[in-house]
């Protein structure tokens, strides 16, 4: 089992900046990739920040110029940094990574954490 643990949300005003951290443990054997994710009041979860395999990274465009996401390999980590926060960021962000778990099997599997909250407010 693989367990995505988030810290660093929050409750900040608008145009304050918080940094968001995942550290993945358990049977981890290599991992694809880890990104993030967000899900506002009401609405569908939806894509905050993901590297591509191209080495590339999308972003949503409502964060473009505003967060960017990094990694730690060696810690089996992912970051988020947010910058001039908006009262629209506010969402439960989740980390999410798609990990191999085991030598004996090439297979990857998806896996998330269980969100942490930003509150934004004006």
């Known amino acids: 089992q693989v367990h995505l643990v988030e810290s660093g949300g929050g409750l900040v005003q608008a145009g304050e900046s918080l940094r968001l951290s995942c550290a993945a443990s358990?049977?981890?054997?290599?991992?694809?990739?880890m990104g993030w994710y967000r899900q506002a009041p009401g609405k569908q979860r939806e894509l905050v920040a993901m590297p591509t395999t191209g080495g590339s990274t999308n972003y949503a465009d409502s964060v473009k110029g505003r967060f960017t996401i990094s990694r730690d390999n060696a810690k089996n980590s992912v970051y988020l940094q947010m910058n001039s926060l908006k009262p629209e960021d506010t969402a439960v962000y989740y980390c999410y990574a798609v990990v191999r778990t085991t030598w004996r099997s090439a297979n990857y599997s998806p896996f998330w954490g269980q969100g942490t909250q930003v509150t934004v407010s004006s």
């Open positions: 358990g049977s981890i054997f290599s991992i694809n990739v």
